[in-house]
């Protein structure tokens, strides 16, 4: 027998592996520059920029304009803001946990209260505690309203706000014309910004947390930091 046609059929399946083993490495090359594109696009130095440049426009809209009320140190290493409404059920019931966690830890923490008014007559009770607030008496109110939130009704706040202190001419003058609105507004829509669904809503360090936090769960997540 003809040696070249008794090895025909080994040269064929040489050529055919070969072949196939080609064609499987181009496409393994190839998938490979794709792959090394795309995370190469996704780690640019442009995108690095834009990411950059969200985050802190984030923090910014979490902190707002600097002008609200906080509690605790100026210079804090651990950041709580909160979104949150004085006719809102479960801010009620975090208002103590605010207090007590500003106490005690006074020199590492700052607690912001920022407005997010969604329930009827939130607006009122905003404008009330700001109006106190013109006059130092911001917590004060703060405190009594979440107290008694229940039992409150907007045309009770003059009187409330008399009894923590305030001069009556210079609340009335500042409920009537609105003052404070616009700071509140501002607020509401940098909620908005953040897709805030309901109160209150917590940044801690620019982190999101949603709902009422037990006072241990909040000490939990400060030791973190």
Not at 192 to 215: C, D, H, M, Q, S
Request: hydrophobic letters at 40%; one cysteine or more.
């Amino acid at each position: 027998m003809d040696e070249n046609i008794k090895h025909t059929p080994k040269k064929w399946k040489k050529i055919i592996f070969i072949v196939f083993g080609s064609i499987l490495l181009l496409i393994i090359v190839i998938i490979d520059l794709y792959v090394f594109g795309f995370f190469k696009n996704q780690n640019s130095p442009e995108d690095q920029q834009k990411a950059l440049e969200q985050k802190i426009n984030t923090l910014k809209t979490i902190l707002g304009d600097g002008t609200n009320y906080y509690l605790g140190t100026s210079t804090p290493k651990i950041v709580i803001v909160e979104f949150a409404d004085f006719a809102c059920p479960f801010c009620q019931k975090s208002y103590t946990t605010v207090r007590e966690l500003s106490i005690k830890y006074k020199d590492r923490v700052k607690i912001i209260y920022r407005d997010y008014p969604i329930h009827e007559n939130s607006i009122d009770l905003s404008l009330a505690t700001r109006c106190a607030g013109e006059q130092g008496k911001f917590w004060p109110m703060h405190d009594k309203l979440f107290l008694l939130a229940d039992k409150l009704a907007p045309a009770d706040l003059p009187e409330m706000a008399y009894n923590v202190g305030v001069d009556k001419i210079k609340y009335d003058n500042c409920v009537s014309t609105k003052k404070y609105l616009p700071k509140i507004e501002k607020d509401f829509n940098d909620g908005k910004t953040l897709k805030i669904a309901g109160t209150p809503t917590w940044f801690i360090n620019g982190y999101r947390v949603e709902g009422e936090i037990p006072l241990k769960t909040f000490e939990e997540i400060i030791s973190k930091f």
